[in-house]
């Protein structure tokens, strides 16, 4: 099991002392590298809390996947993680909103970093919207499934089987969860969250139009016997999902630190192990052995996605968001030990 998080705890021994030079350098003071190094700390451990579901669920993706779009997704993947969202992700929001460019928003980061931190907060509305959305689709999607045959929570997830049925009925509850929660928002606030929702929910319609034209193509091509290598509409859908899981990790971050180096440390050491954690997952099969554990991850990002919509009106503690996940992640994991313990012969 060390060999799948070598690297990662290579990374955070890195990131860690970086983060003690950069706060001895701020500060000139012991207490202040401390200080620096703590929150990197915190950081890291909030970032896995928050993303554990989404290790699960880019396992499940991955083991569809072939060996080549697998590696590319754990590599460049994982660039676009840390330098995409946790850096240049919050350079662009507040470029945007300020109407400045990215050097400028870059050196207000530093120079500033409260106010980079208000115009972040100001960016909250349509970033809940964007993410909430697109994130309550990809949970819903997993339920809304007429084929569909385990269920962990019975009485609920039958249910929404049968309800499957009905065309998009996950994009009209998402529609209809945008609809009253921005009837609570101020009107300019309210039409940037409308606006933002529906985006998200575009482009999760597109990345699933993306993958089954993709899907639909290699089919042919294989019919036809060629040689073809799948993955790359999995690759574009879990860099999209990957992104959006970051939404509420880079807004709660600022809760402890308002500097985005000290930020993007610790988010990066965070991110690092759930690659590891995926990694692990998919080389041993994990949610194959436990049977509702990928129940439990779509779960929570049900509640993660819905926590993020309403968050753009009432403030959730981040402390809230991640042990919801980690109690449904826990309880699923629960579950599927006990029915191997029951029901030796499925596995």
Same mark, same amino acid.
């Given at each position: ?66 060996? *080549? ?31 400045? %460019? ?91 969250? *409308? ?14 139009? *993306? ?73 041993? %099969? ?9 129940? %439990? ?27 919801? %996940? ?22």
């Amino acid at each position: 099991m060390f060999k799948h998080f070598r690297i990662s705890i290579l990374f955070t021994l890195m990131c860690l002392a970086l983060g003690t030079w950069y706060g001895w350098s701020e500060s000139g003071s012991v207490a202040g590298a401390l200080r620096i190094l703590w929150i990197v700390s915190v950081l890291a451990v909030l970032e896995i809390s928050l993303s554990f579901d989404n290790a699960v669920v880019n396992a499940s993706v991955l083991e569809g996947m072939d060996e *080549l779009w697998r590696k590319r997704f754990l590599t460049w993947g994982m660039v676009f993680a840390v330098y995409g969202m946790f850096i240049f992700f919050p350079l662009a929001i507040v470029a945007v909103a300020a109407g400045i %460019g990215p050097v400028e928003a870059f050196r207000l980061s530093l120079s500033n970093p409260a106010q980079y931190e208000t115009i972040m907060h100001a960016a909250h509305p349509g970033i809940a919207g964007f993410g909430g959305a697109f994130l309550l689709l990809v949970g819903l999607k997993f339920f809304f499934d007429s084929d569909k045959e385990v269920h962990w929570i019975k009485v609920v997830e039958e249910q929404l089987t049968k309800f499957s049925v009905v065309p998009m009925v996950e994009t009209v509850v998402v529609l209809l969860t945008l609809w009253w929660v921005s009837s609570y928002l101020p009107e300019g606030v309210s039409w940037t969250y *409308l606006v933002a929702g529906i985006l998200g929910i575009v482009t999760f319609l597109l990345v699933e139009a *993306l993958g089954k034209f993709l899907e639909n193509r290699e089919t042919k091509l294989k019919a036809a016997g060629a040689i073809v290598r799948s993955g790359f509409g999995s690759f574009i859908y879990l860099n999209v999902l990957d992104a959006t899981f970051s939404f509420d990790g880079v807004i709660g971050a600022f809760a402890l630190s308002n500097n985005m180096i000290v930020i993007a440390l610790g988010l990066s050491i965070g991110a690092m192990f759930v690659r590891s954690l995926t990694l692990l997952m998919v080389k041993q %099969g994990t949610l194959a052995e436990y049977r509702y554990l990928e129940h %439990g991850a779509f779960w929570a990002i049900i509640a993660l996605g819905v926590i993020m919509l309403v968050s753009a009106h009432w403030e959730v503690p981040d402390t809230i968001t991640g042990l919801v %996940g980690a109690v449904l992640i826990v309880a699923s994991l629960g579950w599927s030990i006990r029915h191997r313990k029951r029901h030796p012969e499925h596995y």
